[in-house]
């Protein structure tokens, strides 16, 4: 397995294991963490890239009320690809203001509310002007979180996504077999748990 030099910039995912010991005869359940590297998330042109480097100058989140008041330009196409949420996303913003004014609990509720809107991607405007700011955000809240120590754990769905991401970076790199291994595992837990 990879060196994990950071654990911040990971997603830690507990995998169960069942473990036989053929001296007593039984099966144990054991707990082995996998750690899904939090893929950067690049802007996809030149507009996206003034948005995302706004932010980051900031070291904020990717805040979707905010790009209105700093990028009025984009307040048609955002109403446009976002008035059915847009409630929810005036939520997120006032979760991200209190998690920059250092409340752990507003950044674990900006990270779930995060997971629901991210399913609602892409939008014309995120392709066309944000870029894919929902992911940069999730990766956003993780690392912020982790930096906290928080527990927190995040629906199957965004974890198969963040495996899919680390998993597209690394395809043309030498297989880490127990990574792979804790992924299908995961995987196999899944379909066990829908089916009891």
Same mark, same amino acid.
């Given at each position: 397995?990879?060196l994990?030099?950071?654990?911040?910039f990971?997603?830690?995912e507990p995998?169960e294991?069942?473990?036989y010991?053929?001296?007593?005869?039984k099966?144990r359940t054991i =707990? %082995?963490?996998? @750690?899904?590297?939090?893929?950067?998330?690049?802007?996809?042109? *030149? &507009?996206s890239k003034?948005i #995302?480097?706004h932010?980051r100058?900031?070291?904020?989140?990717i805040?979707l009320?905010?790009i209105?008041?700093?990028?009025p330009?984009? =307040? %048609?196409?955002i @109403?446009?690809?976002?008035?059915?949420?847009?409630?929810l996303? *005036? &939520?997120?913003s006032t979760y #991200?203001?209190?998690?920059?004014s250092?409340?752990?609990?507003s950044?674990?509720?900006a990270?779930?509310l995060?997971?629901?809107l991210i399913k609602?991607e892409?939008?014309?405007?995120s392709?066309?002007y944000?870029g894919d700011?929902?992911?940069y955000n999730m990766?956003?809240?993780i690392?912020?979180l982790n930096?906290l120590?928080?527990?927190?754990l995040?629906?199957?769905?965004?974890?198969?996504f963040?495996?899919?991401?680390?998993?597209f970076?690394y395809?043309d790199?030498?297989?880490d077999?127990e990574?792979a291994?804790?992924v299908e595992l995961?995987h196999y837990n899944?379909?066990?748990?829908?089916?009891?």
């Amino acid at each position: 397995m990879k060196l994990i030099k950071d654990k911040k910039f990971y997603y830690v995912e507990p995998v169960e294991i069942e473990i036989y010991l053929k001296n007593i005869g039984k099966v144990r359940t054991i =707990i %082995k963490d996998m @750690y899904v590297e939090l893929i950067d998330v690049e802007p996809i042109h *030149e &507009k996206s890239k003034i948005i #995302f480097d706004h932010f980051r100058e900031l070291d904020e989140p990717i805040d979707l009320m905010e790009i209105q008041n700093f990028f009025p330009q984009y =307040i %048609k196409s955002i @109403y446009d690809s976002y008035y059915k949420n847009i409630d929810l996303y *005036e &939520k997120l913003s006032t979760y #991200f203001k209190g998690g920059l004014s250092n409340s752990a609990s507003s950044w674990r509720l900006a990270l779930y509310l995060n997971e629901l809107l991210i399913k609602y991607e892409p939008t014309i405007a995120s392709t066309q002007y944000i870029g894919d700011f929902q992911t940069y955000n999730m990766n956003y809240l993780i690392i912020k979180l982790n930096e906290l120590n928080e527990k927190f754990l995040l629906e199957d769905s965004t974890v198969a996504f963040l495996i899919k991401r680390r998993n597209f970076k690394y395809q043309d790199m030498p297989l880490d077999k127990e990574f792979a291994k804790l992924v299908e595992l995961w995987h196999y837990n899944i379909k066990e748990n829908i089916l009891s």
